[in-house]
């Protein structure tokens, strides 16, 4: 007989929200973003989700936004940097796009 609860390991409503937020990165964001990501797929999903970061962080749009994408060798895995005048506070956003929800999308240091 097999369990019709999930394992501990994944996460209760992961699909769910996998699928939203690609859908949300696929309409609202990466048509500002295609020549960053340059047609590929998984690169447009984490820098989708850096620039719902950046997004939330300034209150702007993804055409405001795109300007504190990095994207490139060299950068120590750092997708996003923004500086808050107002909180002097120097935001460094590392994102990854996982398909199935298990693993932690964006993370964001602050410093100040």
């Given at each position: 007989?097999?369990?019709?609860?999930p394992s501990n390991s994944e996460p209760?409503?992961?699909?769910?929200?996998?699928?939203?937020?690609k859908n949300y990165i696929n309409t609202n964001i990466k048509p500002e973003i295609?020549?960053?990501?340059?047609?590929?797929?998984?690169?447009?999903?984490?820098?989708?989700?850096?620039?719902?970061?950046l997004q939330e962080m300034t209150g702007r749009?993804?055409?405001f936004c795109k300007k504190y994408i990095i994207d490139g060798g060299k950068d120590n895995g750092i997708d996003g940097i923004y500086y808050n005048k107002s909180e002097n506070k120097l935001n460094f956003i590392q994102s990854k796009?996982?398909?199935?929800?298990?693993?932690?999308?964006?993370?964001v240091i602050y410093q100040n």
């Open positions: 007989m097999t369990s019709s609860h209760k409503y992961g699909n769910i929200a996998v699928s939203r937020v295609t020549e960053i990501c340059k047609n590929d797929e998984q690169k447009a999903l984490s820098i989708g989700l850096t620039a719902i970061c749009d993804v055409s796009w996982s398909n199935n929800g298990k693993k932690l999308l964006v993370q």
